[in-house]
């Protein structure tokens, strides 16, 4: 086992409410995983695991990939507060991702990069108090949902070589095979509906067959596939007026209580940008779709995640460099859910979280995290907690 490293982490509690002395975040990440145009998701994302609540963010200086750090933290009933359990050992430069490891644990893969041509994986049943290293055969795609898992069952990677390769392995997680790849999915009869460009996410199904998203070519198509048995079948989705004439990338496939959310960006012809959210839940039960949020012209996608009634949120950066916005949509029995805009976050917010009754928002100042929570009766954010991580600057070098 490899024991998390302890470090004198100094967190500090403020009850004041935010005021005109918030300071705005370092400058924001350079790289592809975090400056995206929402080809495909930032990793940047906050996953909710039973009562435990997950988010994966960089830190460290921003503009400077060598010297930028990206950690985990959590937040479980019995902590005060967020704390930092970034798996040691490996050079996370590139990213974390993270999804459910067998039996409730939580497994977490770091992204490859010029110097680490391989991506290993961490695996923690105790709150990220200690890890033991996992093999996976290649790098990781540079996608939050790279890995996908269960408590029981298959596990799933996306590897990065072509296009994509989704790899699979059994609860021990000690040998990987191939799945499918890109081009074997492009040449399937469901594969050539869609015009695979390349995969972009996986999960398990509810029912326990490998799933696969991808980026479509053609309009209208929806490109989500259960690969069980080494068949292709697209996963079907009820028609959305919302869907006609877009190009549709899946940009998140992630476990919840109740199935998977789906998180899905539509190209309008006329480059209108649409997010729209999707549920899978039994087999016996249909797909359901949200209505779509229109993403304002020019903002990116700063960072998505989970919410712990089984929806799913995003947070968007506009292009005037005004504080972002936060939106969420929770599945519902009856019509089309609509997305709710929670009032604005303080402007620098990196990153969000939603847990049982609380919503965060964080802002990173070099090695500081400052975390913000929403207060329900004002309709305002509350700075709450201040993490100070320590960074050995120049170390990747």
Same mark, same amino acid.
């Given at each position: 086992?490899?024991?998390?490293?302890?470090?004198?982490?100094?967190?500090?509690?403020?009850?004041?409410?935010?005021?005109?002395?918030?300071?705005?975040?370092?400058?924001?990440?350079?790289?592809?995983?975090?400056?995206?145009?929402?080809?495909?998701?930032?990793?940047?994302?906050?996953?909710?695991?039973?009562?435990?609540?997950?988010?994966?963010?960089?830190?460290?200086?921003?503009?400077?990939?060598?010297?930028?750090?990206?950690?985990?933290?959590?937040?479980?009933?019995?902590?005060?507060?967020?704390?930092?359990?970034?798996?040691?050992?490996?050079?996370?430069?590139?990213?974390?991702?993270?999804?459910?490891?067998?039996?409730?644990?939580?497994?977490?893969?770091?992204?490859?990069?010029? $110097?680490?041509?391989?991506?290993?994986?961490?695996?923690?049943?105790?709150?990220?108090?200690?890890?033991?290293?996992?093999?996976?055969?290649?790098?990781?795609?540079?996608?939050? $949902?790279?890995?996908?898992?269960?408590t029981t069952g298959v596990t799933l990677g996306l590897g990065r070589s072509g296009r994509g390769r989704l790899l699979e392995t059994e609860a021990?997680?000690?040998?990987?095979?191939?799945?499918?790849?890109?081009?074997?999915?492009?040449?399937?009869?469901?594969?050539?509906?869609?015009?695979?460009?390349?995969?972009? *996410?996986?999960?398990?199904?509810?029912?326990?067959?490998?799933?696969?998203?991808?980026?479509?070519?053609?309009?209208?198509?929806?490109?989500?596939?259960?690969?069980?048995?080494?068949?292709?079948?697209?996963?079907?989705?009820?028609?959305?007026?919302?869907?006609?004439?877009?190009?549709?990338?899946?940009?998140?496939?992630?476990?919840?209580?109740?199935?998977?959310?789906?998180?899905?960006?539509?190209?309008?012809?006329?480059?209108?940008?649409?997010?729209?959210?999707?549920?899978?839940?039994?087999?016996?039960?249909?797909?359901?779709?949200?209505?779509?949020?229109?993403?304002?012209?020019?903002?990116?996608?700063?960072?998505?995640?989970?919410?712990?009634?089984?929806?799913?949120?995003?947070?968007?950066?506009?292009? $005037?460099?005004?504080?972002?916005?936060?939106?969420?949509?929770?599945?519902?029995?009856?019509?089309?859910? *609509?997305?709710?805009?929670?009032?604005?976050?303080?402007?620098?917010?990196?990153?969000?979280?939603?847990?049982?009754?609380?919503?965060?928002?964080?802002?990173?100042?070099?090695?500081?995290?400052?975390?913000?929570?929403?207060?329900?009766?004002?309709?305002?954010?509350?700075?709450?907690?201040?993490v100070h991580v320590p960074i050995q600057y120049g170390s990747s070098g």
């Amino acid at each position: 086992m490899i024991r998390r490293l302890t470090t004198a982490v100094a967190v500090t509690v403020f009850l004041g409410l935010v005021g005109s002395t918030t300071t705005v975040a370092a400058a924001a990440p350079t790289s592809a995983a975090v400056a995206s145009t929402m080809v495909a998701a930032p990793i940047t994302t906050a996953f909710v695991q039973g009562d435990e609540t997950w988010f994966v963010l960089p830190m460290g200086h921003l503009s400077n990939f060598a010297n930028t750090f990206w950690q985990l933290f959590v937040r479980t009933p019995t902590d005060n507060g967020w704390v930092t359990v970034t798996p040691p050992g490996v050079a996370d430069n590139a990213g974390l991702v993270i999804t459910d490891g067998p039996g409730g644990a939580l497994l977490a893969g770091f992204l490859a990069n010029k $110097d680490l041509t391989f991506s290993p994986l961490s695996l923690t049943t105790d709150g990220g108090n200690t890890w033991t290293a996992v093999y996976f055969p290649e790098g990781l795609i540079s996608v939050p $949902d790279a890995l996908g898992g269960t408590t029981t069952g298959v596990t799933l990677g996306l590897g990065r070589s072509g296009r994509g390769r989704l790899l699979e392995t059994e609860a021990d997680l000690s040998t990987w095979r191939s799945a499918t790849t890109a081009g074997h999915l492009g040449r399937s009869a469901a594969g050539t509906r869609c015009g695979v460009e390349r995969l972009t *996410a996986t999960a398990v199904a509810p029912d326990g067959d490998p799933l696969v998203g991808t980026a479509c070519r053609r309009p209208g198509v929806i490109g989500l596939f259960d690969v069980a048995g080494g068949g292709t079948r697209a996963v079907p989705f009820p028609v959305s007026p919302s869907l006609t004439g877009a190009t549709v990338s899946v940009l998140r496939l992630v476990p919840t209580a109740t199935g998977v959310a789906v998180l899905l960006r539509a190209q309008k012809p006329t480059r209108r940008t649409l997010l729209v959210a999707g549920w899978l839940s039994t087999s016996a039960q249909p797909a359901t779709l949200s209505a779509p949020f229109a993403v304002p012209p020019g903002a990116r996608l700063l960072a998505t995640g989970t919410t712990p009634g089984g929806g799913v949120f995003a947070l968007l950066q506009t292009s $005037d460099g005004s504080a972002p916005e936060l939106v969420d949509v929770t599945a519902s029995p009856t019509g089309r859910p *609509a997305w709710n805009v929670l009032p604005q976050p303080p402007r620098g917010t990196l990153a969000a979280a939603f847990s049982s009754g609380r919503i965060d928002a964080v802002t990173v100042h070099s090695s500081t995290l400052i975390d913000y929570v929403f207060d329900v009766s004002s309709a305002t954010w509350v700075r709450s907690q201040v993490v100070h991580v320590p960074i050995q600057y120049g170390s990747s070098g």
